[in-house]
């Protein structure tokens, strides 16, 4: 049994990550997953991290958020953010990610938000600036992006931040930050709560299977999450709970499932059924 299977839940096919990401070329591959907080992109893609990891791509994580309300006890309060920093880096290291592509974009919990865009304030830049730049110095050619449904407003924000991200990467505008670089296709990962049930609907699904992709991963890519999730020993008090919730993703047969949506971050205005719309009416 291989150690992950991908499955198009469309057209039921399975295969390895050139399902989840259309035209996979291996090695040639840089993987982008942005993180709302730490540890989400290991709770939501982790499976999807480390089979890239495995297949010898490049992976970074961006790590939207600072962590600073993330304390248990007042006496964590100054140092909970270099505390999570360096929990952080173990925890991806056990994933295969290297320290240099965890780039933290620090900016406050529960205030994403407001920093979605490039020139926020006179005086103050908000994301756009530094993640295009990043994406196009690192040339990553893949994306996954946080779900924006009913999680979390830095979830939202996440969001926001990379469906609007990988198209701009490869666009012609401010040159000057980094040669443009085309990102070639883009999935949505769950953290906790379900998709948006709209693009099922728009498939002709129903809207209990809102992903399009699946992965099943056998025991020992769970236990790599879950090693990982134990890095965060400042937040021993929900790593329990976390690990515990992880079990409602096993099947039967003992693999475990993880769920993403691939979608276009700019779909094209196609005019045809318009056109063939209009051309029937007598006016």
């Not at 499976?47 to 790590?63: H, K, M, N, P, Q």
């Not at 926020?120 to 908000?126: H, L, N, Q, T, V």
């Not at 209990?208 to 025991?219: G, H, K, Q, Y």
Request: proline share 5%.
């Amino acid at each position: 049994m291989k150690p992950y299977t991908f499955v198009n839940l469309d057209t039921r096919e399975a295969g390895q990550l050139e399902v989840l990401f259309p035209g996979w070329d291996g090695a040639n591959e840089r993987l982008c997953v942005y993180s709302p907080h730490d540890d989400d992109a290991l709770l939501g893609a982790g499976y999807a991290i480390r089979a890239a990891v495995d297949a010898g791509a490049e992976v970074t994580i961006f790590i939207v958020c600072s962590g600073n309300a993330g304390y248990s006890s007042p006496e964590q309060r100054d140092t909970i953010v270099e505390t999570r920093r360096r929990e952080t880096r173990e925890c991806y290291r056990e994933l295969g990610v290297r320290e240099e592509n965890i780039v933290f974009l620090g900016f406050p919990d529960f205030s994403a938000i407001q920093y979605v865009g490039w020139q926020i304030a006179p005086d103050r830049e908000g994301h756009f600036r530094r993640t295009i730049t990043e994406l196009r110095t690192r040339r990553i050619t893949r994306i996954l992006v946080p779900n924006h449904y009913r999680e979390h407003i830095d979830h939202l924000a996440a969001s926001l931040m990379a469906s609007y991200d990988a198209p701009q990467s490869g666009d012609a505008f401010a040159v000057d930050w980094a040669k443009p670089h085309t990102v070639t296709s883009v999935a949505q990962y769950a953290v906790w709560a379900d998709l948006a049930p709209e693009d099922a609907v728009l498939r002709g699904r129903d809207t209990s299977l809102r992903a399009n992709t699946a992965v099943m991963a056998d025991e020992s890519a769970e236990e790599t999450i879950r090693q990982g999730i134990r890095r965060y020993v400042s937040q021993q008090q929900i790593i329990a709970d976390l690990i515990a919730q992880r079990q409602a993703r096993r099947m039967d047969d003992g693999r475990y499932v993880e769920v993403y949506l691939r979608f276009d971050p700019r779909p094209k205005l196609s005019y045809a059924p318009y056109k063939a719309f209009l051309s029937k009416l007598p006016y």
